[in-house]
């Protein structure tokens, strides 16, 4: 055996993870609704009840979803899916990984804002680069193609955008739109595969 | 021959076989699971998991309780501090030989 036993461990773990697909339809609704929330920001009149409710939405409602978005994924499993998926009790996350993510983001986010400051059209590839990377490495980490396939569509797109002339925000809503409707098919498709395996 | 690939035949031979090295692996990077989740998560069959299980049980790797969530009868496995230790002596070795 040449993996190192716990690297094998998280592997599975990764693609236990995502076995049913629900992670990911998770994700693509999210990203559905962020692009739809930025859409919107940007079409409704100005200072209207419509936009308002957009940015708030956007500012305070989005985070709680993300955030809330795992245990919700646990939650309907424990709750309707114990025979297929199993039972599992993950240990808690440890405080060094909260501790190395907030060092990244405290890295990456003044690079970002000074790119963005600098040529506002770089936050398209800019995001399309920091998610595709994303993607890249959960789907490697548990070999799974289709993530990996749609960090490679993300940021593909986000280039295409980038060199368009869209506007960036409806160029930033078109982007979490494909990204969403891609996690939403792949997510389902996988969701309705494991729902027919006989195992 | 090096002392490092000397002591590969110290190897625990019960955690060296692939199927239970998975399986042990997957419990220490848990709190517990039950049966269907190493069944699913690791792709060995029943019959195959649960002799695998027995195994690790009479060696005292694992430790497993039956117990009921709702209606639902769970078989949950946990590795215990004697299957950590062996595991962690197992990855030294290997590592130290690779």
Redesign the interface.
Same mark, same amino acid.
């Given at each position: 055996?040449?993996d190192?036993?716990?690297v094998?461990?998280?592997r599975?773990?990764q693609?236990?993870w995502n076995?049913d697909g629900l992670p990911e339809i998770g994700s693509g609704l999210t990203f559905l609704v962020t692009g739809g929330l930025i859409y919107a920001q940007e079409v409704l009149p100005r200072r209207s009840p419509g936009q308002i409710t957009a940015i708030l939405a956007f500012a305070f409602g989005l985070p709680v979803v993300c955030l809330g978005l795992q245990p919700m994924v646990k939650r309907v499993r424990?709750q309707w899916l114990?025979?297929?998926?199993?039972?599992?009790?993950?240990?808690p996350f440890r405080k060094r990984n909260y501790l190395w993510a907030l060092a990244v983001m405290a890295i990456v986010a003044p690079l970002v804002f000074l790119a963005v400051n600098h040529e506002e059209r770089l936050l398209l590839p800019i995001t399309g680069a920091l998610g595709a990377l994303l993607g890249g490495l959960i789907g490697w980490r548990g070999r799974m193609v289709r993530l990996m396939a749609g960090g490679a569509l993300l940021l593909v797109s986000a280039v295409l955008l980038a060199l368009s002339s869209i506007p960036v925000q409806i160029g930033m809503a078109v982007l979490f739109g494909l990204q969403g409707l891609y996690y939403l098919i792949t997510g389902g498709v996988v969701f309705l595969r494991f729902m027919h395996d006989e195992? | 021959m090096s002392a490092e690939i000397q002591r590969l035949g110290e190897v625990d031979r019960m955690i060296h076989e692939?199927s239970r090295?998975?399986v042990?692996?997957?419990l220490?990077?848990?709190?517990?699971?039950?049966?269907?989740?190493?069944?699913?998560?690791?792709g060995l069959s029943k019959g195959n998991l649960s002799v695998h299980l027995s195994k690790l049980e009479t060696a005292g790797y694992v430790a497993i309780e039956k117990t009921f969530?709702g209606k &639902?009868p769970?078989t %949950?496995c946990r590795i215990t501090d004697r299957g950590r230790e062996v595991?962690e002596g &197992?990855?030294a070795i %290997?590592?130290a030989a690779?």
């Open positions: 055996m040449k190192d036993p716990k094998l461990a998280n599975l773990l693609r236990a076995r424990s114990i025979q297929r998926s199993g039972y599992v009790e993950h240990v195992r | 692939p090295l998975m042990v692996a997957l220490a990077a848990v709190k517990e699971a039950d049966f269907q989740y190493l069944h699913q998560s690791t969530r &639902y769970l %949950i595991l &197992y990855r %290997i590592k690779l």
